[in-house]
Structures are given as structure tokens and as C-alpha cells.
């Protein structure tokens, strides 16, 4: 065998192997698996979080978290792509490569719930799993994603009412989202019950948005045919001032024969890790309490 031909073997190896030896792919990397959050590290210095889509020959896509569209890189432009949480102080990596701390971890991992205004759902889409949450210790909810079009959420008012919501969602682009939802209240000792269905739009993303929903406030009384139809509207915006701070804001209108409701409503949202406190106000302006102060706990999961 010449010498020409025993080296053309070592000399497209060597060209691979320059190609890809700087990009570093975690062997605990599952790509499309959703419950996983990848880091994915540029030779330039960018850094993305979110999900790897696909990795074929040179070419890698990855969602970026809260984006619909898959952004392509090379795998030529990358130097490191794996979990989030992972250290990595075990890889043979180029040294400009930082460690993630556990507070941006926890953020990316944990992100703030700015879906949800005090009366309505939004048709955002859900970032985390769902939120366990407790307004002035009354009130118990959970609000849980089902996949990414249809989430559901169940609680209590202290001592005896009942709440459910079953929501679904799309995104028509990255600023305009359409909803249907449907929430229901039942009264365990009188045997009545309110129903709540609306449509909703979105205009907007996750951290500056506007809310409309339009629907009807049904009241039924016990096991007969009777019912009261009040048409309502909310109009609400949420706007994310600061990292892990928001304030919202949301007016609810129920249009009675003869007396018309108006509920506006003004908090702010502060996260702490996986926690994140509201505090409020909501104004009822025909009551004897004209402000009532509102605060909440929400845990993420």
C-alpha cells in the first residue's frame, strides 16, 4: 500500500474529528424529551435555554424556552449543548465555558406563572407545570398543564364552594394567542351552582401582554331549569417590569338587568425561587368595603 493511500484514511478522520472535537454533547442529553431543560453554548459566547429538537449531521435544532420556532445552528458554531444542570467541572471543555448557578437554573427551570390574572385565564402558554396557590388563606387552587393546548385547574373557597376550570389554547404567531375556557362554582349547601364560559384573546408574550375574554355568568338554582344569564367581559394586562417581578391589572364587567358589576383589580407579583408572592388590591365600589386587600402564595411545580 503506498503511503498516499495509507494517510487518506488518517487525513479524513483528522478533518472530522477538527470539526467536531470543540462541540461537547452530553451523554445525559435525551433530545424532544420535554421534562429536560438543555443549555446550549455558542463558540461566540451566546448562551440558550430550552429543548433540542433534533440533531442530524451538522445541524442542531433547539426551542428556545417561551418561543414556538426552532432556531437551526451548526454544529461547528457550538461548544457545549446538554442539561441545564448540569456541572461542568467533569467535562474536557473550552475554559469559557462558566458554570450555570442554581438561582439562574432555578429560573429557567421555575419561571415566574405570568399566564394568570386574577379573574381569567390567559391564552398564553403555560412555561412551568402548573402552581399550587393560596389567596388570604380561603382560597386553595391548583393549575396544572395538560399538554401544551389544554390545562385545568380545581379548588376550594373556605367552607363549602367548589371551583373547576378546563382551558384550552393555541397560538395563531408569537403575539396573538386564542383561547376557550370554562370555569365552574358550586355551592355544597344549597345546591346551587355558577357557571363561567368565555373565549379569550391575547395579544402580546409571556413578560408584556394584553387579555380580553367575552362570555356569560350563569346562575342555576338547584336540580330545576331555572337559570340567570348575565353577559361579562375582562380587559387585563400583565407587564414584567423587572427579572422575577410583574405588576397586573384586570377589570371584570357583568352586565345585570338592573344593576351593572364592575370589579377592577391592580397586584403585583414577585418570585423568590419557586415561590411567588401577589399582593393587591380588588375594588368593589357598590360594597360597604369599597378596597379589599388581596394577597396570594403560589408554589411552582
Known amino acids: ?4 493511500n495509507a494517510l487518506l484514511p488518517l487525513l ?3 478533518s472530522f474529528y477538527s470539526m467536531n472535537a470543540q462541540t461537547i454533547i452530553s451523554h445525559q442529553l435525551r433530545v424532544a424529551d420535554s421534562t429536560q431543560v438543555h443549555a446550549l453554548f455558542t463558540l461566540d459566547g451566546h448562551q440558550f435555554f430550552g429543548l433540542t429538537q433534533y440533531i442530524h449531521d451538522d445541524t442542531i435544532g433547539f426551542q428556545i424556552r417561551n418561543l414556538s420556532t426552532i432556531k437551526t445552528f451548526l454544529l461547528s458554531e457550538v461548544s457545549f449543548i446538554g442539561l441545564a444542570t448540569e456541572s461542568f467541572s467533569s467535562l474536557d471543555k473550552p475554559k469559557t465555558i462558566e458554570p450555570i448557578d442554581d438561582e439562574e437554573w432555578i429560573r429557567e427551570k421555575y419561571p415566574m406563572p405570568l399566564n394568570q390574572l386574577l379573574y381569567s385565564a390567559t391564552a398564553i402558554p403555560y412555561a412551568s407545570k402548573g402552581t ?3 389567596t388570604m388563606i380561603l382560597i386553595n387552587q391548583v393549575d396544572a398543564k395538560i399538554n401544551k393546548n389544554f390545562s385545568f385547574s380545581g379548588g376550594t373557597l373556605v367552607p363549602a364552594l367548589l371551583m ?5 389554547h393555541a397560538s395563531a404567531s408569537d403575539m396573538l394567542h386564542i383561547g376557550l375556557a370554562v370555569q365552574q362554582y358550586v355551592i355544597l349547601w344549597d345546591e346551587q351552582s ?3 364560559p368565555y373565549a ?5 408574550q409571556r413578560d408584556r401582554y394584553l387579555n380580553f375574554t367575552m362570555g356569560y355568568w350563569i346562575d342555576m338554582y338547584g336540580f330545576t331549569e331555572r337559570n340567570d344569564h348575565y353577559p361579562m367581559v375582562t380587559l387585563g394586562g400583565s407587564f414584567e ?3 422575577d417581578w410583574r405588576f397586573f391589572v384586570e377589570g371584570a364587567a357583568v352586565f345585570q338587568t338592573y344593576d351593572n358589576l364592575m370589579l377592577p383589580s391592580f397586584n403585583f407579583s414577585n418570585r423568590r425561587r ?4 401577589e399582593f393587591g388590591v380588588l375594588a368593589i365600589p357598590s360594597s360597604d368595603f369599597p378596597l379589599l386587600p388581596l394577597l396570594s402564595y403560589q408554589r411552582i411545580f
Open 132 to 134: 399550587y396557590r393560596n
Open 164 to 168: 373547576g376550570r378546563l382551558q384550552a
Open 241 to 243: 417590569f423587572a427579572p
Open 12 to 14: 479524513a478522520f483528522l
Open 200 to 204: 379569550m384573546v391575547t395579544v402580546g
Open 194 to 196: 355558577a357557571t363561567h
Open 1 to 4: 500500500m503506498s503511503i498516499k
Open 274 to 277: 419557586k415561590s411567588v408572592l
